[in-house]
């Protein structure tokens, strides 16, 4: 039985749409024209308990707003959505105390306060026993590797890396059945990266909680997400695997070279795209129908050293089929 | 601990810890509190002039340091603070949790309160040592009874929280518009000239006073300081009429503010989150 759940999913909202400059000003003022737009256009999905759900879309794809609704932060206007069996903008308690969102770019944890502070105050707010409380924050830092100093100083002293731990600890102290994660990794290194990558594989494991993840950094959908939504300008695209999603919408393959001797790019011509040549080494992209065939023919014309087979980068794969705005 | 004290003990206790990282910002908030001292000076000296039948320059200073010590206790930002959170979309987290944020914004004035509470008390001491008439006069302390001070501890927590009521009301318009707190400055108008806060009802013509007491601006200052340096038997209104007239408006207005909340949370848009 799925977990969360979207039938027809739509959400419109209306903007102010003023023209620049003195006129422009004086005619908003004088008469304001609205605009209508449509962040969200009927997208269906649902998500089992424990799936790691990856939700890609360029920038104003409606990602957002799509999580917004889930969470019952805004109304949808129309369609039906189900998340845990309850109707997330209604914000029945029983409801919130199961679900979780974080924002990358924003932050429920009090300033100038330490964390514990604010994580005190939401063990009290859902109800969390003390004892229960001191378990879970243990358990809690040891996934995420902070120390309980970093818990003790005012969060406005934490780096970016500590403070989004920090802001973890705060969104899943409660043990949350759904997790809806907006962008978690923005801004960090790559150390944060994976550290929050690995908290959140390891929690997925331990707890059997949902994730419904959107980012830009497609190495956390590639960490985490054994299947992916893909909407573009509010319309859902692509709902499946990952691999098959590569399989399917990946054309080419790419085929790099170890030569015996040096070659020059109009002798690699006939068999692709030529990327790039430098001495002994080479770079082609290859129709994945015409593979075979290549790899045939470049073996029996060049003395090979080495050969390796691979799929373009997944941001590549994306980036192409947004730019192309179908997965047709 | 019941859940309800446990959340109250952890709201309380965060939020004092905030308020104590800004004393120094609370201190000068209690210092830039004058208007009641300054119109003290004014009175003091329009009472001085020959042909001025109204209180003595001993009792204007006894009323304008009552309204001083309530307005201390009563000081109420929610708009502000709300504007913002809907504005920048700070209040999305918040609305996420099983507990209404409003609780989060009482919290934070409660905790305030008990901060400014050291300042306000060496205010009022600074207050009798340069000015002693104040505290004793023609042979006779300032003094107040026990049913006095209860009904002025009364009126001063329902002041606060009539007053928390309305302009958290007001602050839902952010759900609709991006400076909810111009209704509060309007608002400020009537509580101006209404509340006691520049003049004592007791100098103001019958007409303006008979309208003044069908609003509740009367009982959250003028009243429970009349009750503070005259006692309330020698109060021109009655302590039922305080109370049910200010409790009446204390109730319009929390009804009002569900029905905008529920309303605006429809409307929330959760901008910038």
Known sequence: ?328 | MSGTARKARALFSAYYAYMLEYRAEILLWAISNILPLIMMGIWMQVSSKPGFDGPSAVEFARYFLAVFIIRQFTVVWVIWEFEVQVVEGKLSPFLLQPMDPVWRFLAGHIAERVTRLPFSIGFIILFFVLYPKALYHQDQFWSIGIADAAIVILMVTMTFLVRFTMQYTFAMLAFWVERASAIERFWWIPYLFLSGLVAPLDVFPQGVKTFAYCTPFPYLLYYPAAVLIHGYENVDISFTQAVGVLGAWGVGFFLLNRWLWRLGLKHYSAMGA
């Open chain 1, 1 to 328: 039985m799925p977990i969360v759940s979207a039938r027809e999913l739509t959400k419109h909202y209306q903007v102010a749409d003023k023209a620049p400059g003195l006129i422009g000003t004086l005619k908003h003022f004088l008469k304001r024209k609205y605009r209508t737009i449509e962040a969200v256009k009927g997208i269906s999905f649902e998500i089992e308990p424990g799936e790691v759900v990856g939700f890609l879309g360029p920038n104003g794809a409606g990602k957002t707003t799509a999580l917004k609704v889930l969470t019952g932060l805004v109304h949808p206007t129309a369609g039906q959505v189900e998340v845990l069996g309850y109707t997330p903008f209604k914000r029945h308690r029983d409801f919130l105390k199961q679900i979780t969102l974080v924002m990358g770019q924003k932050q429920q944890l009090i300033w100038d306060l330490p964390a514990m502070d604010s994580l005190r105050i939401n063990a009290a707010v859902y109800d969390i026993p003390q004892k229960e409380f001191k378990k879970r924050l243990g358990e809690l830092r040891e996934m995420l590797s902070l120390d309980e100093k970093e818990l003790t100083q005012p969060v406005r002293k934490l780096s970016l890396g500590q403070r989004m731990k920090a802001e973890f600890m705060a969104a899943m102290l409660h043990q949350p059945k759904v997790l809806f994660l907006d962008e978690p990794t923005l801004g960090l290194d790559v150390n944060a990266q994976t550290a929050v990558r690995d908290f959140l594989r390891g929690y997925n494991e331990k707890h059997q909680a949902a994730i419904l993840l959107t980012s830009h950094y497609m190495a956390d959908i590639t960490a985490l997400c054994q299947r992916v939504l893909l909407i573009h300008e509010g319309k859902l695209m692509y709902d499946g695997s990952l691999n098959r999603l590569v399989d399917q919408f990946s054309p080419f393959r790419e085929v790099k070279l170890e030569l015996a001797a040096e070659v020059s790019s109009e002798q690699l011509k006939s068999f692709g795209e030529v990327e790039w040549v430098e001495g002994r080494m080479a770079r082609l992209i290859i129709r994945r129908e015409e593979l075979t065939a290549t790899i045939g023919r470049l073996l029996d014309q060049l003395e090979v050293k080495d050969l390796t087979i691979t799929d373009p980068p997944i941001e590549e794969i994306i980036s192409r089929i947004f730019s192309k705005g179908t997965v047709d």
